[in-house]
Each structure stands twice: as structure tokens, then as C-alpha cells.
């Protein structure tokens, strides 16, 4: 136990009345009916000697203001050789040169404009991403930010304009819908801004979990959880054996990383592993015979 940043606190209890000297195991003889104690040090010429009552101590610890609803959580369980995975991809991705790190979504929106449409820009560019390839969502936001990328334009752009400046994003026609009504949404409740909380992204139509929380990483700056677990995080973390036990789908993984990953990890595995997944670790032929991790890597030796 810690001991840092904690304080001693003291109780102690009466051990009641009619108990005698410490250890005697004796009760305290009674005073005569009538008679106080002072009274019968008079007739005695001698000081009553009173028994001091016995305390037990009890210590607890009392956390100071700085650990107070805090805790440390210790993870119960972690992968095996976990740090060592780790560490070989962040060397095998130490050139940041996979289609992530030029065209995901904190790429894909406009510096030069208001914080607040920035903000809705990553919203959109993520709503894109579903299953579609980060160079596709990347030339379809080039288009969309090319018209002026803001709420009231796009609320302007009819339904068929706006179906040809996203095609061929996966489910176009789906997003086209939910696109415009996330944005008038927006624009109504929200000034034009996007929601700062992973609950009320994912009441806009289209957000799910993995959008919601790379908005709140991506727009917003906050680490909410890990952000953007995809098929790429979902396959290598199964394949790794990173979860206890297998998963079945992309927000199942999310919550198997978060019982036992490092917080302070949270906001770089989405990124590294994406990263990872596109380049080596690959669905189908993945190429263990370039990986560092083909040796610890426990699915290995049957891809």
C-alpha cells in the first residue's frame, strides 16, 4: 500500500464502565453504598487512586485531497508480452508514412476556418470514414470543403448535389440523409457547433460510438476513451491476443483495451495500430515475415 499523500487518523473507544487495570482481567472493586470517591480518600488520609480506563487503538487511513476519488486501478488481467508488442510497432511505424497519417480525419478539415466549423468539418469527415478507405472519405471532403463546408450550405445543397459530391463513400445515399440531418440539428440546437460529449454525439443521426469518440479527441481534444477502434484495431488486438478473450466486433475490442490498457496510451494506439493494420498486419496475407512481433505474436505461425 502507498503510503504517500496519506494521513494517520486516531479513534479510540471506552472500554466501558466497571473495567479494571490494564491486563488484570479483574473488575474494579464496587464503592460502598454512599460513599464517593473523594469521600473515602478523606477518611484514608490517602488519594483515591483512580483507574485509568483502558483505550484499544484503531488506525485507518485517510487518503489527502489529491488521492480523494482518485484510486489507482490496477488491471486484474494483461496481455502477455503486451510492452514488447508495443514497442516493435512503434518502431515498424516509426516513418508515420500509411495512408492514416496523411488523410484521416485530423487531416481532413480546414485550419484557415472558425474553430467552430472546423469542429463540424472533423464531425463530417468522420461520419465519411464508415466503412470507406481513408483515401476515398479524404478526396470526397477535398470536394465538399471546395463548395464551402459549412452547416448553412450544406443545408442548402439539394439531396442529388450532395449524393455526387460524396459518392463513392460507402452507403453515399445513407449519408447523404444523415448528413443533412445531423446538421440541421446542429444548427438548431447547437448554434452551428458540434456537441462536446460522447453521449450527445451519438444521439446525431449517423454517430456511432467509434465517431463519437475520435470527435472528442479530434475536435474537441478531450480523451473520452480509445478513439476510433476500427477493423484494424479490432483484428490486431484479437490477433495479439490483447483482449481476454476473443471479441466479435470493433466496440467489444474497445472495451477489452480500456479494462487494462494504460490510460496515457489511450490517445495513440488508435493511430498507431490503423497505422499497422495497413500496412503489415493486413487482412488477408498479412506480412508476418517483415514483422517484428512474428515471434511473440501468437496467431502467427496460422496466418
Known sequence: MSTAGTRMVTRSWSRGPGVGPRGSGKEAAPLPRGKSASAEGRKSNHPVKRHRKTQSLKVAYEASDGEKGEGIKVPSWEPQDWQQHLANIRTMRSEKDAPVDQLGAEHCYDRSVPPKVQRYQVLLSLMLSSQTKDQVTAGAMQRLRARGLTVDNILQTDDSTLGALIYPVGFWRSKVKYIKQTSAILQQNYGGDIPASVAELMAL?????????????????????????????????????????????????????????????????????????????????????????????????GL
Open 205 to 301: 443521426p449517423g454517430v456511432g460510438p467509434k465517431m463519437a469518440h475520435l470527435a472528442m479527441a479530434v475536435a474537441w481534444g478531450t480523451v473520452s476513451g480509445i478513439a476510433a477502434v476500427d477493423t484494424h484495431v479490432h483484428r490486431i488486438a484479437n490477433r495479439l491476443r490483447w483482449t481476454k478473450k476473443v471479441t466479435k466486433s470493433p466496440e467489444e475490442t474497445r472495451a477489452a483495451l480500456e479494462d487494462w490498457l494504460p490510460r496515457d496510451l489511450w490517445s495513440e494506439i488508435n493511430g498507431l495500430l490503423v497505422g499497422f493494420g495497413q500496412q503489415i498486419c493486413l487482412p488477408v496475407r498479412p506480412r508476418c515475415q517483415t514483422c517484428l512481433n512474428q515471434a511473440l505474436c501468437p496467431a502467427a505461425e
